[in-house]
């Protein structure tokens, strides 16, 4: 399993580098899935009109990738001179944003007339007061400058922000790119697939790119090969088959009984309960019910979830769930007699 030491250094350390960052999208035709966002920002950028821009959507969708893909076609070498990238990690009140950005915007380009390019990471994680200050800066400086503004929730962007840009949603990306995308990765970095393992990518992945390419990265190191198996033990979320066994046992099984299996599962493949109700979900909508029991037991489902956020004790809400597992069963048991 040892990576076989390459005589050029660069290459070794390319070995080690994040998949993420390796396999980030270099241009705008490398950016999977987002077609039409990546036509409609082509033109405009080929027509020397972008706008001021707003990237919403979930992690790992390909935000930031693109605009620095934008950046890189727009400057070329010049990149870090034309583009300012602030994120949420740096400091983020109203002066800093204010100071930063009026320094790098005030000062004219010498040798181009193009304008410059400031991108603001992770926006919703700003105050509102430095959201104002923001909005009076774009003004500003409209004129020899493009702001993008990148976050996950647009409803944390004020009104008055949001008019001020063209936004672009970036939706979780779809199945059949990522697979497409993953196929890329494995080819290159020789992962050796087990079975079902491309489709347990896609299903912990979610349509998060980032969180896909971690996992695969994970995986390969640590198991040599990508299965579903090894995929789940390695997020430790709880295989479809666990998943499967617990509902069973649910369903069928006496109160104590289950209380008692489902804990000692959870020692000793050291799975958290609330991976367990979030996978259980589909199981109320597949066992036949009637919609009473049906509606109860997704209502505990997110009341365990609900109270699990809120760091309370995992055994006393394990019992929690199993308990209403128990009251269904009873009224099952009543409704058929
Ligand atoms: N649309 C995409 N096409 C190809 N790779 C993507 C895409 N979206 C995300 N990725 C992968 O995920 C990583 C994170 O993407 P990023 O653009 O930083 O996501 P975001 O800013 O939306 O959270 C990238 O380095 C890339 O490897
Ligand atoms: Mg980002």
């Given at each position: 399993?040892?990576?076989?030491?390459?005589?050029?250094?660069?290459?070794?350390?390319?070995?080690?580098?994040?998949?993420?960052?390796?396999?980030?999208?270099?241009?705008?035709?490398?950016?999977?899935?987002?077609?039409?966002?990546?036509?409609?920002?082509?033109?405009?950028?080929?027509?020397?009109?972008?706008?001021?821009?707003?990237?919403?959507?979930?992690?790992?969708?390909?935000?930031?990738?693109?605009i620095?893909?934008?950046?890189?076609?727009?400057?070329?070498?010049?990149?870090?001179?034309?583009v300012?990238e602030?994120?949420?990690?740096?400091?983020?009140?109203?002066?800093?944003?204010?100071?930063?950005?009026?320094?790098?915007?005030?000062?004219?380009?010498?040798?181009?007339?193009?304008?410059?390019l400031v991108v603001l990471d992770?926006?919703?994680?700003?105050?509102?007061?430095?959201?104002?200050?923001?909005?009076?800066?774009?003004?500003?400086?409209?004129?020899?400058?493009?702001?993008c503004?990148i976050?996950?929730?647009?409803?944390?962007?004020?009104?008055?922000?949001?008019?001020?840009?063209?936004?672009?949603?970036?939706?979780?990306?779809?199945?059949?790119?990522?697979?497409?995308?993953?196929?890329?990765?494995?080819?290159?970095?020789?992962?050796?697939?087990?079975?079902?393992?491309?489709?347990?990518?896609?299903?912990?992945?979610?349509?998060?790119?980032?969180?896909?390419?971690?996992?695969?990265?994970?995986?390969?190191?640590?198991?040599?090969?990508?299965?579903?198996?090894?995929?789940?033990?390695?997020?430790?979320?709880?295989?479809?088959?666990?998943?499967?066994?617990?509902?069973?046992?649910?369903?069928?099984?006496?109160?104590?009984?289950?209380?008692?299996?489902?804990?000692?599962?959870?020692?000793?493949?050291?799975?958290?309960?609330?991976?367990?109700?979030?996978?259980?979900?589909?199981?109320?909508?597949?066992?036949?019910?009637?919609?009473?029991?049906?509606?109860?037991?997704?209502?505990?489902?997110?009341?365990?979830?609900?109270?699990?956020?809120?760091?309370?004790?995992?055994?006393?809400?394990?019992?929690?769930?199993?308990?209403?597992?128990?009251?269904?069963?009873?009224?099952?048991?009543?409704?058929?007699?």
């Amino acid at each position: 399993m040892e990576a076989p030491i390459q005589s050029n250094g660069k290459l070794a350390l390319d070995k080690d580098a994040p998949w993420v960052e390796k396999y980030r999208p270099r241009t705008l035709d490398d950016v999977a899935a987002h077609k039409e966002i990546v036509d409609t920002i082509k033109r405009l950028v080929k027509e020397n009109r972008l706008p001021h821009v707003l990237f919403y959507g979930p992690p790992g969708t390909g935000k930031t990738s693109t605009i620095l893909a934008v950046a890189r076609q727009l400057y070329g070498n010049a990149v870090s001179n034309m583009v300012l990238e602030l994120n949420a990690s740096d400091d983020r009140g109203i002066n800093i944003v204010r100071q930063q950005v009026v320094d790098f915007a005030s000062t004219r380009t010498i040798f181009s007339k193009q304008f410059k390019l400031v991108v603001l990471d992770e926006c919703d994680a700003m105050t509102k007061d430095a959201q104002f200050a923001l909005r009076r800066v774009i003004e500003k400086y409209t004129r020899n400058t493009r702001f993008c503004l990148i976050c996950n929730y647009v409803s944390k962007i004020i009104p008055a922000l949001q008019s001020r840009c063209t936004r672009f949603r970036f939706p979780p990306l779809p199945g059949d790119y990522v697979r497409e995308r993953l196929q890329y990765v494995i080819e290159l970095e020789g992962v050796k697939l087990g079975p079902g393992g491309m489709d347990a990518l896609i299903t912990l992945g979610a349509g998060d790119m980032r969180r896909t390419l971690n996992i695969l990265q994970a995986t390969h190191m640590a198991s040599g090969e990508v299965s579903e198996q090894t995929a789940y033990l390695c997020t430790g979320s709880p295989l479809p088959t666990d998943i499967e066994a617990i509902a069973q046992a649910l369903f069928n099984e006496d109160f104590v009984d289950v209380f008692e299996r489902i804990g000692a599962m959870q020692i000793a493949k050291g799975l958290a309960l609330v991976d367990i109700v979030q996978q259980l979900l589909p199981w109320v909508f597949r066992i036949g019910m009637p919609a009473k029991v049906r509606i109860a037991l997704v209502e505990a489902l997110g009341d365990v979830e609900h109270r699990l956020a809120f760091g309370t004790s995992e055994r006393l809400q394990l019992g929690s769930l199993v308990a209403a597992f128990a009251t269904a069963r009873g009224e099952l048991i009543d409704a058929a007699q």
